[in-house]
Structures are given as structure tokens and as C-alpha cells.
């Protein structure tokens, strides 16, 4: 049976605090830049979503990702 390993996004010095909001939201935002910049087969931006993923709530991501498809996202995409 393979071993699984399980991961959160690394430490950030732009993040010093325990509360996480900011750090999820400028992940999210880093993979959808990057995604609109490389395409979506592009693998180089799995890491940013892996990390947004542990960080923000499902809820959250739900809300944003509704909210980009209205164009009504609050945040520099």
C-alpha cells in the first residue's frame, strides 16, 4: 500500500500571523493568474492550487470561483 503524505502550503514571510485569510486568498489568486498565464494543461501552476486548497475553506472557494464566472470577483485576476 503506498504511503500517503500529506502537505500544506510552506511558510510565508508576507503572512507572519496565525490567521490565514490573506494567505488563502493571495494563493487563489496566484493560480488563477497563473493558470490564465500558462493555460490550464499547464502543470506548473498545480503547486498554487494545492496550496490554496489547504489553506481556504471550500466554502470560500465555492463563493470565488461563482463570483468569477459573474465577473464579479474582488480580486486582481
Known amino acids: 500500500m ?6 500544506t502550503a510552506p511558510a ?8 490565514q485569510s490573506r494567505h488563502c486568498f493571495t494563493r487563489y489568486i496566484e493560480f488563477h493568474r497563473c493558470v490564465a ?3 490550464e494543461e499547464s502543470g506548473d501552476c498545480e503547486r498554487f492550487a494545492k496550496y490554496y ?5 471550500g466554502e470560500w472557494v465555492d463563493k470565488w470561483n ?10 486582481p485576476l
Open 37 to 39: 498565464a500558462k493555460g
Open 66 to 75: 461563482e463570483q468569477r464566472e459573474n465577473g464579479t470577483f474582488p480580486g
Open 53 to 57: 486548497r489547504s489553506l481556504c475553506p
Open 12 to 19: 510565508d514571510f508576507r503572512f507572519p500571523t496565525t490567521n
Open 2 to 7: 503506498a504511503e500517503i503524505e500529506l502537505k
